[in-house]
């Protein structure tokens, strides 16, 4: 395994770890300090943002050499739009109305999505753990709107 390769798994499990632990503090903040979601979501992203943005600063990407034209312009402002500002409008906009609950058992359906669209435009094949796995996330939405 190549260095780069082991420090990219040691990000990934510290990643895992912070994001995990930040969910009991979120909702600590909820029920004892009455924060509502939607203000703690909007600022849990920025801080993250802004400690990715150092994290990338440290590694000095503006020195790696890039070939930048007009398609990469747009597909980067697609990205930046469809992939990014839209679903957080969309994901705050279900907090208000539904709650932090549902609207997280709905975000569950983003992998499944991805891998769909991946099958349909990239051509990548299924197997049939996939489908175990689609069949399960669809599911728990059905599961959990059953009325008691």
Do not use: H
Not at 3 to 9: A, E, S
Not at 13 to 31: K, M, R
Not at 80 to 106: E, K, S
């Amino acid at each position: 395994m190549t260095k780069d390769r082991t420090i990219g798994f040691v990000y990934a499990i510290w990643t895992g770890i912070l994001w995990g632990a930040s969910s009991p503090v979120a909702q600590y903040l909820f029920e004892a300090k009455g924060i509502e979601s939607s203000w703690l979501a909007p600022y849990r992203l920025l801080i993250s943002g802004f400690l990715l943005f150092a994290c990338a600063a440290a590694r000095r990407p503006w020195r790696m050499e890039a070939a930048v034209d007009q398609t990469v312009v747009i597909a980067f402002l697609a990205i930046v739009i469809l992939g990014t500002v839209l679903p957080f409008c969309f994901y705050l906009w279900a907090l208000t109305r539904i709650g932090a609950v549902y609207t997280g058992l709905m975000t569950s359906i983003e992998p499944v999505t991805a891998t769909v669209l991946a099958a349909v435009f990239l051509g990548t094949a299924f197997e049939a753990i996939d489908v175990v796995g689609f069949v399960l996330v669809l599911s728990t939405g059905f599961i959990l709107n059953i009325q008691k």
